[in-house]
Every structure is written in structure tokens, then in C-alpha cells.
T-cell receptor, first 115, second 110 residues
Framework: DTGVSQNPRHKITKRGQNVTFRCDPI?????LYWYRQTLGQGPEFLTY????????KSRLLSDRFSAERPKGSFSTLEIQRTEQGDSAMYLC?????????????FGPGTRLTVL | EDQVTQSPEALRLQEGESSSLNCSYT??????LFWYRQDPGKGPEFLFT???AGEEKEKERLKATLTKKESFLHITAPKPEDSATYLC???????????FGKGTSLLVTP
């Protein structure tokens, strides 16, 4: 039984570069979420997909951020023109529909450092 | 605006010394309140979901309770392996996002 996986686990980039992260949810889960967490804070919601449809986006998701889930399976989160303030842990979570639908299961995260 | 406040920010306990963590919330229409455990450098690990005032859930040394304004995570006779950050989150009826508090960092010493 595999959980949520995320790649890469760590990413170091220079300011102004573009980065892309990948999330593979639990196989039978059709709901997928992205969160961002900085040191000493709880995770902050970024966006939500049900299957391939992006149904909810946070005000935190500026136009430099874009997320996709083209076939309703894995998802990617791209940050364009990175800034030092983008340094954070990017977390992906997934959940099912029906029984247990409220329980979001998180992956290990991708830690981004922008120099 | 929806708000989740956790206290204390940090807690140090001796092994076997029971205590409680608090999560106060202000939301417009609560769908559920969630407790997670997070170890350093890892993603949050799901512990409990609570839906209505008076509800209680238990798992090993942990028990979560819910009122209309707050939730408590009671830790009975903790062990050093219970050391972690404990996060509380709420989800409102009209949304899918979890709104997290800042967490309580728990250290249990032998």
C-alpha cells in the first residue's frame, strides 16, 4: 500500500528560475490538494483538484504559480520566476470520495530553497 | 474570518506526565476538525477527524475531544516517541481546504 509520493524531495534554485514539482496521489484517490508550509507555521492551502478539474484556488496562488492534473492522476505544480519568498515546503495531499472523504493524506513534501 | 489558534506553542513533558493541547477555532459553518502529527522534515500524518460537539476519538495514548469553540488533544502517559508537532485544522462546509493552526511542538523527555 503506497502513500502519496512527491518528487523531487529537495530543490535548490536561483531566483528567477522556473521549478516544477510532481505529486502522485494514493491510487484510488480522486481528490488532490497542494499546500505550502514555512518554518514554524501550519500548512497553507494553495489549490484543490477533483479528478482533472481545478475547483478551488487560494488567494496565495499568484499568477506565477500554476497547477495541473491533466489525466486526473498525478499533478504538477510550477512556479515561474521564483523569488526568495517562495522558499518553503510544498506539500501534496489526496483524499477519496465517499466514506472517509474528509481525511486528507499528505506526502513527504518537496523542500524548495531559492537562492 | 476563519481562525484556528493552538496553545501552547511548545510543551515539554517528562515521560509519563499527562497533559492536553488546545485548539480554539472560529469558523462560519464547521464541517470537521482534524488533528495531525508532524515529525521534522516530513508531511503531516493524519490522526483524527471530529464532526460535532461532544464527539471523542481515541488512539493509543491520544484522545481528541470537541466542543463548539475548541478541541483538546489529551496525551496520557506520553513516551519520548510522542515528541512531534501536533497540528489542528478545520474544514468549513462550503470548501475543501484545511485551515491549519501553527501547531504545538511537544517534547517528551525520558
Amino acid at each position: 500500500d503506497t502513500g502519496v509520493s512527491q518528487n523531487p524531495r529537495h530543490k535548490i534554485t536561483k531566483r528567477g528560475q522556473n521549478v516544477t514539482f510532481r505529486c502522485d496521489p494514493i491510487s484510488e484517490h480522486n481528490r488532490l490538494y497542494w499546500y505550502r508550509q514555512t518554518l514554524g507555521q501550519g500548512p497553507e492551502f494553495l489549490t484543490y483538484f477533483q479528478n482533472e478539474a481545478q475547483l478551488e484556488k487560494s488567494r496565495l496562488l499568484s499568477d506565477r504559480f500554476s497547477a495541473e492534473r491533466p489525466k486526473g492522476s498525478f499533478s504538477t505544480l510550477e512556479i515561474q520566476r521564483t523569488e526568495q519568498g517562495d522558499s518553503a515546503m510544498y506539500l501534496c495531499a489526496s483524499s477519496t470520495t465517499g466514506t472517509g472523504e474528509d481525511e486528507q493524506f499528505f506526502g513527504p513534501g518537496t523542500r524548495l530553497t531559492v537562492l | 474570518e476563519d481562525q484556528v489558534t493552538q496553545s501552547p506553542e511548545a510543551l515539554r513533558l517528562q515521560e509519563g506526565e499527562s497533559s492536553s493541547l488546545n485548539c480554539s477555532y472560529t469558523v462560519s459553518g464547521l464541517r470537521g476538525l482534524f488533528w495531525y502529527r508532524q515529525d521534522p522534515g516530513k508531511g503531516p500524518e493524519f490522526l483524527f477527524t471530529l464532526y460535532s460537539a461532544g464527539e471523542e476519538k481515541e488512539k493509543e495514548r491520544l484522545k481528541a475531544t470537541l466542543t463548539k469553540k475548541e478541541s483538546f488533544l489529551h496525551i496520557t502517559a506520553p513516551k519520548p516517541e510522542d515528541s512531534a508537532t501536533y497540528l489542528c485544522a478545520v474544514r468549513i462546509v462550503s470548501g475543501y481546504a484545511l485551515n491549519f493552526g501553527k501547531g504545538t511542538s511537544l517534547l517528551v523527555t525520558p
